[in-house]
């Protein structure tokens, strides 16, 4: 899962990053504002890539989709990439622990093939 979760979160650094870009050229917000708003989010995003398997990690990851996608609000463009990142992270959390199960029983399969040998 982490793997997955945190491809999925230096995707969103990257388009955080850009539409902060955008924000500051298209709305009445100062410099300032965006830069902390968009530059908290992206320190967020390059945070949780290590917290994902600490409780919460995978909560807080959902309310970083949730600010993504209330940054629509100023940058229009980013309800839609917002609801994209957040089924992408969504298959990332679901797909991730399936895989994360199945290397389990796989390992588990292993050394008890080999305690058995």
Known sequence: MRTLCAST????????????????QTSDLSTGTV?????????????????????????????????????????PMMFILGIVFAGLWWASVHFGRKVDEAKARFAAQAAASADAA
């Open 9 to 24: 979160l230096i995707g969103e650094f990257f388009v955080i990053g850009f539409a902060g870009l955008v924000a500051m």
């Open 35 to 75: 830069w902390a708003v968009s530059g908290t989010a992206m320190a967020l995003s390059v945070l949780l890539c290590g917290m994902l398997t600490r409780p919460g990690g995978v909560q807080l990851g959902w309310a970083l989709q949730i600010g993504l996608i209330a940054s629509g609000f100023v940058v």
